[in-house]
């Protein structure tokens, strides 16, 4: 297949082009190159590109920025992905787009289903509901997956903060009152990958198996990476960040595994590797 993939410079965008290279063709844009923002510049690239499926891993990620930026994040996570449909329209293309965890409010006691209730509770995860919408409304040929907590070789993230922190900190304090699921980008890459080989279309929740809270996450790290660091579990509200984060937000993977596809495999095993490949 001829795939194009916004926002390949990031740090899913590096996996997926890694995963997809050797069994498909690739378009391969960067915010230089194809700046979804701009609508009609996005219609007549993709227009011109005529690819088989467009998958979208361009967003504006700073969760805390979009709180002071929020015409940014609308401009991106919302007429970005609004404009990406149009796209696809045009060409009669399916959209893959990756969307997050941040558009529930958190108050959930168990696993969230994809027709869980919505209430994003920061300008990141209503930005990002935002463009899910325009998608159904727009397309009848979509894969909106939802993720979370990500981490990957290339790119910002909690493990590689927790492990730049130990160099200098005996000490580190964590939240330990949101819990959800950490996420490797090559195992949600090859998912994606999978999604892609069919017309199963829908809304999609695809994370690592099981859950933790950020402090139990770092602890863990530390555990895995032999470094003797004290962790300090403080609440959400003592660590005070602009942008509220939903105090749980497990994903159900259920349409995935009604689908027929294996769970990915546990967030535990995932780290492990991770940490094996950059120390
Ligand atoms: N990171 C997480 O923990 C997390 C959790 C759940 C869901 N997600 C979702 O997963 C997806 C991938 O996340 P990620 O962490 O891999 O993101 P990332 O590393 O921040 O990469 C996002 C990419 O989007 C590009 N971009 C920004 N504005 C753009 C624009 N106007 N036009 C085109 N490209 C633009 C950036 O390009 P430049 O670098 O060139 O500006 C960047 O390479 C996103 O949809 C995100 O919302 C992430």
Redesign the pocket.
């Known amino acids: 297949m001829k795939i194009l993939i916004?926002?390949?410079?990031?740090?899913?965008?590096h996996d997926l082009q890694e995963v997809l290279k050797d069994r498909h063709e690739l378009i391969l844009?960067?915010?230089?190159t194809?700046?979804?923002?701009d609508k009609q510049h996005t219609i007549d690239f993709i227009c011109d590109a005529k690819p088989d499926i467009v998958i979208?891993?361009?967003?504006?990620?700073d969760v805390d920025g979009c709180e002071e930026n929020q015409d940014v994040a609308y401009?991106?996570?919302g007429e970005?992905v609004k404009n990406l449909a149009l796209a696809c329209r045009q060409v009669d293309c399916p959209l893959v787009h990756?969307?997050?965890?941040?558009v529930f409010d958190g108050t959930a006691r168990d696993p969230i289903d994809e027709d869980g209730q919505i209430g994003p509770i920061s300008v990141y995860g209503k930005s990002?509901l935002e463009g899910e919408k325009a998608i159904q409304e727009i397309l009848d040929k979509f894969f909106i997956v939802?993720?979370?907590?990500?981490?990957?070789i290339n790119?910002k993230?909690f493990p590689k903060t927790m492990l730049e922190l130990a160099e200098n900190h005996s000490e580190i304090t964590v939240v330990y009152d949101e819990v959800g699921t950490p996420t490797y980008?090559p195992d949600l890459a090859e998912g994606i990958a999978k999604l892609i080989e069919t017309d199963y279309y829908g809304i999609y929740h695809l994370t690592n198996s099981g859950s933790c809270s950020w402090c139990e996450f770092s602890r863990y790290i530390f555990e895995v990476a032999e470094l003797d660091v004290k962790v300090i579990p403080v609440t959400a509200s003592e660590f005070a960040r602009p942008a509220p984060r939903p105090s749980y937000s497990v994903l159900n993977n259920k349409n995935w595994i009604e689908k027929g596809f294996k769970p990915l495999r546990s967030y535990k095993e995932a780290i492990k590797e991770y940490i094996e490949l950059i120390k």
């Open positions: 916004t926002g390949s410079n990031g740090m899913l965008g844009t960067t915010s230089k194809l700046d979804i923002t979208n891993s361009a967003a504006y990620t401009a991106v996570n970005g990756i969307s997050t965890d941040y990002k939802r993720t979370a907590w990500l981490y990957g790119g993230n980008t």
